[in-house]
């Protein structure tokens, strides 16, 4: 397992030792046009309940942007991974190709590409992995929810 394997790894199992009780769930698509409605449906149906539901359009909206750029850009099969923090939602999605360091401009007025650009604006933080077999493009995204106030069974 290289570093950044062991990096992403690590992320991972951070993030399932701090979720809520909605389980993760993860998908794999073969790389066609039609993935990326296909995983803004899965999101939209998987996302936790109880924590991601104002979250879920910016989840499907980064969703379908990740998935289109991995479709374009990368090499199937593409697996699309999401999980509840309770004040973020975390979206994942692999491929086993290069990665960013080809798509990414080098030079500060370049840019990104408009799909990362929307990916940026809906979520508190992004990046981007190459694994030894592919790469991942992660973001998390806010779900109004305050973590650590005691929840109310009276509303």
């Not at 149906?45 to 109880?50: A, D, I, M, Q, R």
């Not at 942007?65 to 975390?90: F, M, Q, R």
Request: net charge negative; aromatic share 4%; hydrophobic share 40%.
């Amino acid at each position: 397992m290289s570093s950044n394997d062991a990096l992403w790894a690590e992320r991972m199992s951070r993030g399932l030792r701090e979720c809520c009780s909605s389980a993760p769930d993860s998908r794999d698509f073969s790389g066609t046009l039609r993935d990326p409605s296909h995983a803004r449906r899965f999101v939209r149906e998987g996302v936790c309940p109880k924590h991601g539901l104002l979250a879920r359009g910016a989840l499907a909206l980064a969703a379908s942007e990740l998935v289109t750029n991995a479709v374009l850009y990368g090499a199937p099969p593409i697996t699309v991974d999401i999980g509840c923090h309770i004040s973020k939602v975390w979206l994942s999605v692999r491929d086993l190709g290069e990665g960013l360091s080809s798509l990414v401009p080098r030079t500060p007025s370049e840019g990104l590409g408009l799909g990362l650009k929307i990916v940026d604006q809906v979520s508190e933080e992004w990046g981007s992995l190459t694994l030894e077999h592919g790469s991942v493009v992660w973001c998390l995204i806010g779900t109004g929810v305050m973590q650590g106030l005691p929840e109310r069974s009276d509303l």
